[in-house]
C-alpha cells in the first residue's frame, strides 16, 4: 500500500518521518549494508512470484528490460542509463517526502523521484513511507513503456500550471491510475498501478478480493472518490490499455475538476480517519 510520494507531501510534510533518503558517494552510488541489500532480495524475489500472472505484460516487459538485481539494491546511476536509452528519463534521489510543486516539476523534466532508503525487517510487508523497493520495483519497469513515460512528463507540466487548490484533485487522478490502476485485457484484469505491484498483499487483493468496487476509469468519479494511504483500497479503476493514459491528458481536466467540485465527493467506504483520508 506504498504511496506516491506527491500524493503524501502536501499531507504529511510536516509530520516526522521514520526514514531518510541514503546519500550517494561522489560517484552517485549509495554503500547499502548486508542486512539493507538481504531485505531488498527479500523484497524482491518474493514480488516477482506474486505478481506472475496478475502485472500487465508491459510491466513484466519492463522487469526485463531493466534485468534488476534480485540480491543487491540498484544503483541509481545504472538504472538511470538504461532507461536514459528507452524512454529518456531518469531517476532522482529526493527526501522521503516532497511537495507537489517539487514533485510536479520533476516529472515534467522526466526525472521520477525516489527516497533511497530501504525500509527495516520490522516493516518487511508494510511501509506508511515509499521506499527504494516501492519505486524501483514498483514504477521503474513502466517507465520504459513510452505511453507510461510520456503520461507522467505531461501530467508532471499539467501539474505545475495547475492552482494549487486544484493539485489534490490531480493527486488523486494520479493515485487511482499510476499508483492503484488496473487494466482490462485480453487475458483478463491486470495490474499496472506501482502501489498494487510493490504490495505483497494489495497485489492479490485488488484482483481477487470482492470487497473493493473495480470500474471503467471515468476522470470524475475518480476526482470525486476517496482514498486512504494506509488501507488497503476500496475503488479501483480500470483502463483498457497504456495509451489510455496519453488520452487523459488530452482532457480539459481543469474544468472536470470544477465540475467534480460542485458535485461533490462521493460518501467514503474507508474507515473514517480525517487526517489520513483523501
Same mark, same amino acid.
Given at each position: 500500500?506504498?504511496?506516491?510520494?506527491?500524493i503524501?507531501?502536501?499531507?504529511?510534510?510536516? /509530520?516526522?518521518?521514520?526514514?531518510?533518503?541514503?546519500?550517494?558517494?561522489?560517484?552517485?552510488?549509495?554503500?547499502?549494508?548486508?542486512?539493507?541489500?538481504?531485505?531488498?532480495? &527479500?523484497?524482491?524475489?518474493?514480488? &516477482?512470484?506474486?505478481?506472475k500472472?496478475?502485472?500487465?505484460?508491459?510491466?513484466?516487459?519492463?522487469?526485463?528490460?531493466?534485468?534488476?538485481?534480485?540480491?543487491?539494491?540498484?544503483?541509481?546511476?545504472?538504472?538511470?542509463?538504461?532507461?536514459?536509452? #528507452?524512454?529518456?528519463?531518469?531517476?532522482?534521489?529526493?527526501?522521503?517526502?516532497?511537495? $507537489?510543486?517539487? $514533485?510536479f /516539476?520533476? %516529472?515534467?523534466?522526466?526525472r521520477?523521484?525516489?527516497? &533511497? $532508503?530501504?525500509?527495516?525487517?520490522? =516493516?518487511?510487508?508494510? *511501509?506508511?513511507?515509499?521506499? *527504494? $523497493?516501492? /519505486? #524501483?520495483?514498483?514504477?521503474?519497469?513502466?517507465?520504459?513503456?513510452q505511453?507510461?513515460?510520456?503520461?507522467?512528463?505531461?501530467?508532471?507540466? #499539467?501539474?505545475?500550471?495547475? =492552482?494549487?487548490?486544484?493539485?489534490?484533485?490531480?493527486?488523486?487522478?494520479?493515485?487511482?491510475?499510476?499508483?492503484?490502476? %488496473?487494466?482490462?485485457?485480453?487475458?483478463? %484484469?491486470?495490474?499496472?498501478?506501482?502501489?498494487?505491484?510493490?504490495?505483497?498483499?494489495?497485489?492479490?487483493?485488488?484482483?481477487?478480493?470482492?470487497?473493493?468496487?473495480?470500474?471503467?476509469?471515468?476522470?470524475?468519479e475518480?476526482?470525486?472518490?476517496?482514498?486512504?494511504?494506509?488501507?488497503?483500497?476500496?475503488?479501483?479503476?480500470?483502463?483498457?490499455?497504456?495509451? +489510455?493514459?496519453?488520452?487523459?491528458?488530452?482532457? +480539459? %481536466?481543469?474544468?472536470?475538476?470544477? /465540475?467534480?467540485?460542485?458535485?461533490?465527493?462521493?460518501?467514503?467506504?474507508? &474507515?473514517?480517519?480525517?487526517?489520513?483520508?483523501?
Amino acid at each position: 500500500m506504498n504511496s506516491s510520494l506527491a500524493i503524501k507531501a502536501d499531507l504529511a510534510v510536516a /509530520e516526522k518521518v521514520k526514514y531518510v533518503s541514503r546519500q550517494p558517494d561522489q560517484n552517485g552510488y549509495i554503500h547499502y549494508s548486508d542486512e539493507e541489500h538481504c531485505t531488498w532480495a &527479500t523484497l524482491y524475489n518474493r514480488q &516477482t512470484e506474486i505478481i506472475k500472472g496478475r502485472a500487465c505484460d508491459e510491466f513484466i516487459a519492463g522487469i526485463d528490460l531493466l534485468q534488476m538485481s534480485a540480491d543487491q539494491i540498484p544503483q541509481l546511476p545504472d538504472i538511470n542509463r538504461k532507461l536514459k536509452k #528507452l524512454t529518456g528519463w531518469q531517476v532522482e534521489n529526493v527526501p522521503a517526502l516532497i511537495g $507537489f510543486e517539487r $514533485f510536479f /516539476e520533476l %516529472l515534467a523534466n522526466k526525472r521520477f523521484p525516489a527516497a &533511497t $532508503f530501504i525500509r527495516t525487517k520490522a =516493516d518487511i510487508d508494510y *511501509i506508511q513511507e515509499p521506499d *527504494i $523497493f516501492h /519505486e #524501483l520495483f514498483g514504477h521503474c519497469p513502466l517507465l520504459t513503456n513510452q505511453a507510461y513515460a510520456d503520461f507522467s512528463q505531461h501530467y508532471g507540466e #499539467l501539474g505545475l500550471k495547475a =492552482d494549487k487548490a486544484d493539485r489534490p484533485m490531480l493527486a488523486r487522478l494520479y493515485w487511482f491510475t499510476i499508483e492503484f490502476g %488496473l487494466m482490462q485485457t485480453q487475458q483478463g %484484469l491486470k495490474i499496472f498501478g506501482g502501489g498494487i505491484l510493490s504490495s505483497k498483499q494489495e497485489t492479490c487483493y485488488s484482483l481477487e478480493s470482492d470487497i473493493p468496487n473495480r470500474q471503467p476509469l471515468q476522470v470524475i468519479e475518480a476526482f470525486r472518490t476517496h482514498y486512504r494511504i494506509d488501507e488497503l483500497q476500496k475503488n479501483y479503476f480500470v483502463i483498457n490499455q497504456l495509451t +489510455d493514459l496519453q488520452q487523459l491528458v488530452k482532457l +480539459d %481536466l481543469i474544468t472536470l475538476i470544477k /465540475e467534480a467540485k460542485i458535485l461533490g465527493m462521493k460518501p467514503s467506504a474507508h &474507515t473514517p480517519k480525517e487526517d489520513k483520508a483523501c
